[in-house]
């Protein structure tokens, strides 16, 4: 079961340079996530997609855009990257509130540095 | 909008010694949940509770539900080194979304 998968893990990224992360659940989750992971900050929410064709804001959504491309995958996008985006990137599903508590499985993230 | 306050931010104990750590917030929520992260990994689920009051284990882990459903709590029974981790508490109200609280790193000193 591979669950959540992201890629890349690693990444270096110079200023201004794009880039996407890639994300897929085989768990036919209805809801997928991404969150930024700073030291002292805990996990912030970018961008989520309750449902396929869906996408919604989080609490940190600047300089970042998504695709749900499908029920399994759900990309971030950098179009210019910044080192303030320098930070450890999570993927996130769940089945969503149709099955009662919102709980998530996580990937293993994908590690950015923006030079 | 919501946030969650986890205490403490850090925690260095010797092997054998009990934890405990706590989430509170100001505002209700319906379940709240527990993560462990391990370095390099994404977190991972340890307990869900979703009824006030609700005390529930997993092994030497027992979390609870506060009674105002504003506060969790997690306890960690004789610690041992592969305890070593961030500690996330969860909690979601009326949206779907969870709200985080910033984590209790624990080292266990052998």
């Known amino acids: 079961n591979a669950g959540v998968t992201q890629t890349p893990k690693f990444q270096v990224l110079k200023t201004g340079q794009s880039m996407t992360l890639q994300c897929a659940q085989d768990?036919?989750?209805?809801?997928m996530y991404w969150y930024r992971q700073d030291p002292g900050m805990g996990l912030r929410l970018i961008y989520y997609?309750?449902?396929?064709?869906?996408?919604d804001k989080g609490e940190v959504p600047n300089g970042y855009n998504v695709s749900r491309l499908n029920k399994r995958e759900f990309s971030l996008r950098l179009e210019s990257a910044a080192p303030s985006q320098t930070s450890v990137y999570f993927c996130?599903?769940?089945?969503?509130?149709?099955?009662?508590?919102?709980?998530?499985?996580f990937g293993a993230g994908s590690r950015l540095t923006v030079l | 909008g919501q946030q969650l306050n986890q205490s403490p931010q850090s925690m260095f104990i010797q092997e054998g010694e009990d934890v405990s750590m706590n989430c509170t917030s100001s505002?209700?929520?319906?379940?709240w949940l527990w993560y462990k992260q391990e370095p390099g990994e994404g977190p991972v689920l340890l307990i869900a509770l979703y009824k006030a009051g609700e005390l529930t284990s997993n092994g030497r882990l027992t979390a609870q539900f506060g009674i105002t459903r504003k506060d969790s709590f997690l306890n960690i029974s004789a610690s041992i080194p592969s305890d070593v981790g961030i500690y996330f508490c969860?909690?979601?109200?009326?949206?779907?979304?969870?709200?985080f609280g910033k984590g209790t790193k624990l080292t266990v000193n052998p």
């Open positions: 997609s309750a449902s396929e064709g869906t996408t």
């Open positions: 969860a909690g979601q109200g009326g949206s779907e979304k969870l709200v």
């Open positions: 505002s209700i929520f319906n379940t």
């Open positions: 996130a599903s769940s089945a969503g509130r149709t099955s009662g508590a919102n709980v998530l499985t």
């Open positions: 768990m036919n989750h209805n809801s």
